[in-house]
Structure formats: structure tokens, C-alpha cells
């Protein structure tokens, strides 16, 4: 099969430094979007929740069902997934008072079962064509499980640590170098290091939205989150405007098992 039969297959985007930018873009809109409505509107982490986990859930539908490649719809649920996680994580972490490191332990373990079990469905979760039904499913879950993952982890990093915002911004940040650092100069699994990437992006997003829109006295820069979410999300879509993405593989094409 050729190189362009294979990106006629795939409906995932091609990992590139746009897709980075965007990807941060997203989590950091989903910070702040989950927080307008559990927090400014004041409706609360399980009614934020079910809002956005059943957006995520309908566009995961039209995801699975879209014939092809679409960027719009593709990162329209990237957001859904991400500020459903936000709204999931702050569920877990404070309505039901396991904590930060209870609601982060709890979310990787949760992460590390999907990965086991698409492993053990499919021989590999190295995913060279995100194409079948069966695939895109783990494909979402795994992306769900480590957006709420990432949250929590950058709640812990920003208020249990003492890090703060910035602190916790600057250590997952510092943590994406190490990972691009790995993927230049080592052989280290391409898949691994593509979940690594994943995962701390979130982490760094939900630590810059907090900074940006949570009060002064929390160190943050108390902006207005409906405002902020706004901007954020122009810039996604100005990014998708003029900076076309073409369908791609995700690392590991060879097909090497994870």
C-alpha cells in the first residue's frame, strides 16, 4: 500500500509541530472552558461533567462515523475530551474527596487497563491508521483517561506540591523537552514517547489556564474565563485556517509492538 493510499485511511491528523501547538491550545482552552461552567456559571463538577462528557460522546459518534480525515470535527472532540476531563478530574479529586494523588493514581491505572486491553486485543497499540471502529474506540478512551489524567496530575503539580502555576507550567514543560530530547537522540518506542507527549501536554495546559484565569491570591492572573476560553479558541481556529493539516500516522509506522 502506498504512502497516499495509507493517509487516505487514516482520521487522525499528522504529527507534526502544529499538531503540538494545537494540542496545548486545546487543553489549555479546556481548563478553562470546563472552569466557566463548574465554576463561573456555578454549576457544579458532576452537571459540568455530564454536559461535556456526553459532547464528547456524540462527537466521538460522528468521529467514528466520518468517512475520513476532518480537522474541525478531529479537534472539535480533542476539546470535548479534554474539558471533559477537566470536569471529571475535579469530580474525582474534590466531590468525591480521594485527593489529587488519590484522583491521579486512580486515572493512570484507568489508562494503563485501556492500553493493556487494546494490546491484548489488537498485538500493539503502535497505531499506524486510525481507521476501524474498533480501533478509534480505545484510540478516544486512551485519549479520554489521559486528559483527566493530566489534570489531575497538574492540579497535584500547582497546589500540593507548593510548584504553583507557573512552577507546575515549567516542570511539565521542562518534562516535553526531556521526552522531544528522547525521541531525537534515542530509540526509545516512538508509541511510548508519543503517550508520554500526550499525557504531559495536558498537565501543561490545565496549569497555564489555571494561571490565567484563577484569583490573585491563588497566584493565578484572574482573568475572565469565558473571555480567555474565547481567545483560546479563535486561535484554534485561525490555527486550523491557515495552517492546513493533512491526515498522517502516528510515530511507530513500522509497526513495532509498544
Not at 151 to 180: E, I, K
Not at 189 to 209: D, E, K, N, Y
Not at 238 to 246: A, F, G, K
Amino acid at each position: 500500500m502506498t504512502d497516499i493510499a495509507e493517509r487516505s485511511l487514516t482520521k487522525v491528523p499528522e504529527l507534526t509541530i502544529v499538531f503540538w501547538i494545537l494540542k496545548i491550545a486545546a487543553t489549555t482552552l479546556g481548563e478553562t472552558g470546563g472552569d466557566s461552567v463548574t465554576m463561573t456559571l456555578n454549576w457544579g463538577y458532576l452537571i459540568g461533567t455530564a454536559i461535556f462528557l456526553s459532547l464528547f460522546v456524540g462527537l466521538v459518534i460522528f468521529q467514528i462515523m466520518a468517512d475520513r480525515f476532518r480537522p474541525l470535527l478531529y479537534w472539535a472532540t480533542i476539546v470535548a475530551s479534554t474539558t471533559a476531563g477537566t470536569t471529571m478530574a475535579d469530580f474525582a479529586d474534590r466531590s468525591l474527596g480521594i485527593g489529587y494523588a488519590g484522583g491521579s493514581s486512580l486515572l493512570l491505572a484507568c489508562l494503563i487497563a485501556v492500553l493493556a486491553v487494546w494490546y491484548w486485543l489488537l498485538g500493539s497499540i503502535s497505531v499506524t491508521t486510525v481507521n476501524t471502529p474498533k480501533v478509534e474506540i480505545f484510540y478516544w478512551l486512551a485519549i479520554t483517561f489521559s486528559q483527566t489524567l493530566g489534570t489531575a496530575l497538574g492540579d497535584w503539580a500547582a497546589d500540593d506540591t507548593g510548584l504553583g502555576y507557573g512552577g507546575g507550567a515549567m516542570v511539565f514543560g521542562a518534562g516535553l523537552v526531556v521526552v522531544a530530547a528522547l525521541y531525537f537522540f534515542t530509540k526509545i518506542s516512538r508509541v511510548s514517547l508519543f503517550w508520554a507527549a500526550f499525557i504531559l501536554t495536558r498537565p501543561l495546559g490545565a496549569t497555564v489556564g489555571d494561571f490565567l484565569d484563577k484569583p490573585l491570591s491563588d497566584g493565578g492572573m484572574a482573568l475572565s474565563r469565558p473571555l480567555a476560553s474565547a481567545v483560546i479558541a479563535a486561535f484554534i481556529i485561525l490555527c486550523l485556517v491557515t495552517l492546513p493539516q493533512r491526515a498522517g500516522q502516528h510515530p511507530g509506522h513500522s509497526s513495532t509492538p509498544a
